[in-house]
């Protein structure tokens, strides 16, 4: 399959197909190279063309809305794919409850590509950021959790924003299976919305099939108490998937979370009564279908 400069990818087919067990990189490789690293998790029920279009409306948004130079926002970015999809077509939203097994099989080899790279044998040490979306949150705890275990990572994680993440609240709760990943980084961020109807609605259903639980998404109610996390509700109608969208309510919590400096004259806050809601995009079109 082929990756473009600055992805990595844990894919075997552009849609659907099974999690590789190594991580792939594109033609240049520069992370291995990089300084500081930002890396980008999609979620649930993306082929690798649409989540690249997501990647690219995000990333290009993001920089427009920042004081420093495009390069120094986009230089660092590295896109992540993962097979969280199924080739049904119109169907692929039903294969959920699978998608959860690869979200946690997609990590292993994430969590060994960032072990070598960190490790004794690997580069020094350079800070990394992460944000994620969604299901692509269950990717990056697992993950965490697992160098967390081995202490890998401490003190490189710096700052990870958790877009609207599709993993069960309990299961960042202080004995909760990922609550050792979720503390890992020096900060963490998760944002919210009440217009999010997918982890409302369709979530617990597809949770309680895949594994149970409460079907209490932390993308819906936020972090439990005894995690250290900061939470952001967005407003303005954000739905499931118009974070990538990046509207200004969610710019705005990225760019401070990720300690970038905002144009003011172009943001207009996190909560804006009346702002007016951006009619559905394409990619919201498919929010029932998409996590």
Known sequence: MNLLSRELSVRTQPAGGPVDTTVQQGPDRWIEHAGRIILFVHGYNN??????????TFSTRLAERVREAAAEILGPLYRFYWPGDAAL??????????????????????????RNLYGASGHPARPVDIVSHSLGGRVLLETLTELAHEGILDGVVKRVCMMAPA???????????????ATLPETLTI?????????????PLGQTIAEG???????????????????????????HTQYWD?????????????????????????????????????????EIGTR
């Open 47 to 56: 082929t690798i063309s649409v989540a690249r279009e997501a990647y690219d």
């Open 89 to 114: 077509g119109l169907l692929s939203f039903i294969s959920y409850p699978v998608e959860t097994e690869d979200a946690k099989a997609s990590a292993a080899p994430l969590a060994e590509f960032l």
């Open 167 to 181: 993993v069960l609240v309990e299961q960042v709760e202080p004995e909760g299976l990922l609550y050792d990943g």
């Open 191 to 203: 944002l919210t919305s009440e217009d999010d109807w997918v982890l409302w609605l369709a979530f």
């Open 213 to 239: 639980g409460s079907g209490r998404a932390l993308g819906r109610y936020g972090p439990p108490p005894g995690l250290a996390a900061r939470h952001e509700p967005v407003s303005g109608g954000v739905g």
């Open 246 to 286: 990046c509207p200004d309510t969610v710019a705005s919590v990225i760019i401070d979370a990720l300690e970038f400096t905002p144009r003011r004259r172009e943001l207009v806050g996190r909560s804006t009564p009346g702002r007016e809601t951006a009619p559905p995009t394409a990619i919201e079109a498919r």
